[in-house]
Structures are given as C-alpha cells and as structure tokens.
C-alpha cells in the first residue's frame, strides 16, 4: 500500500462522523452508489467467511413504510406514561429526512460463535460508513428500543436478528474533530 493511500484513509477514518438527519439535504442517493457502498461492507472480514451481515435498504416510498412502522411500533410498545407524541413524530421525521435507511441485520450461522458475527457485522457498517463519508453522504447508526419488535416487518428468519438502522444522507455539516478520552486510558504497551 503506497504511502498515499495511508493518509487517505487515514483522513477518511478520522473524519468519519456521526451525522443526524436533521443536517441532510433530501437530495436523492442513486442506488448504483448504494449499491457501491454496500459492496464495501460486504468486503469485511469474517471468521469462517460465514458473511453474516444482511442490509434491508429503504429509499423512495419504502422509507414511508419504514417510517409508518416505526412510528407504530414506538406508540405500540411505548408505556403510556413515558409515550411522548412529539418523539412519535420525530421517528418519522428522521427516516422521512433520510435519502436511505439501512436495516442492519446479523444472520447467526451457527458456525462460529454468535459474538463473532455481531463483530463481523460491525465491521461492515464500519465498512460501509466509511465510505459513504468519503463519497460526502453522513449516516449514523441508531439502534432503538423498537428494534427488537421489527423482526416480522423486515421477514427476519429466526436466526436473525436486527442490530439497528443506518440512517444516510448528503449533508453540509461542516466537519468536527472526533469527541475522545485520550488513547492512552485504552491502549497499554508491553515492551
Ligand atoms: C452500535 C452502535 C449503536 C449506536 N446507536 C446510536 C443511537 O441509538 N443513537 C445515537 O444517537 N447514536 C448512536 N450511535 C452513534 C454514536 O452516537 C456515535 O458514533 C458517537 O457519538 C461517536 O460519534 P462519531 O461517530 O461522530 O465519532 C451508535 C453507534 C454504534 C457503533
């Protein structure tokens, strides 16, 4: 690997950011660039190249009909005491605000153990969001309570499971530097 592409992805990586909806523009993202995306989370790693990720991809009128479920599923499973009708509106904002919305699922082989596959799955978000930042879409990934109630919605088999969406958009944040405790408190050498 040439010295260039260290410091591209190095500059990619580092400016990577988590961005909300509120900041995309509802300018459309052609599904051959999707598709392009999604190429690059299927490039993850995984042991036993078991492949265990899967994205259900909403844009156009199937984001109304992510939007519909999840605005549904919130009121269903929300207790009346902490259902909030402005929080009900603004599930649907976000996903209505989105050029696409991934459903982020991991599918269990049974081959390796199941953390392995839910590692190997956020490799390829990784993947993926990285990318689409590099490609000048923000995304973030948002995994809310009424994620464990969306199986049936999405036609999960029973060895699936959903790990949350990931929200897209073009945008025009300006960019921000990372929000960490230094590497120090997390990396000791040995030496
Ligand atoms: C597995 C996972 C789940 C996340 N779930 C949420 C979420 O439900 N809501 C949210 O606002 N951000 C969520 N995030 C995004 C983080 O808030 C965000 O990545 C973090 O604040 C760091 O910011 P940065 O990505 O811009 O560096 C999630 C991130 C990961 C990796």
Redesign the pocket.
């Known amino acids: 690997m040439s010295s260039t592409h260290f410091e591209a992805i190095k500059h990619i990586i580092n400016h990577?950011?988590?961005v909300?909806p509120p900041s995309y523009t509802g300018q459309a993202i052609p599904k051959e660039l999707l598709t392009e995306l999604l190429d690059c989370a299927d490039a993850a790693p995984t042991h036993k190249l078991t492949q265990p990720w899967r994205f259900v991809v909403f844009r156009e009128q199937g984001l109304a009909r992510l939007a519909d479920q999840l605005a549904a599923l919130y009121k269903i499973h929300t207790p009346p005491e902490q259902f909030l009708q402005k929080k009900m509106e603004s599930t649907c904002d976000k996903v209505l605000q989105s050029g696409a919305v991934l459903a982020i699922v991991v599918s269990y082989s049974g081959a390796v153990p199941q953390w392995e596959e839910l590692a190997a799955t956020?490799c390829a978000v990784q993947n993926l969001w990285l990318v689409a930042s590099a490609a000048g879409i923000g995304g973030?990934?948002?995994?809310?309570g009424t994620i464990n109630h969306i199986g049936d919605f999405l036609g999960l088999a029973a060895n699936q499971e959903c790990?949350?969406f990931f929200y897209m958009g073009y945008h025009d944040e300006p960019p921000?530097i990372?929000?960490r405790r230094p590497l120090a408190e997390k990396v000791r050498w040995e030496e």
């Open positions: 990577r950011r988590a909300f956020a973030y990934w948002s995994s809310p790990l949350g921000r990372a929000n």
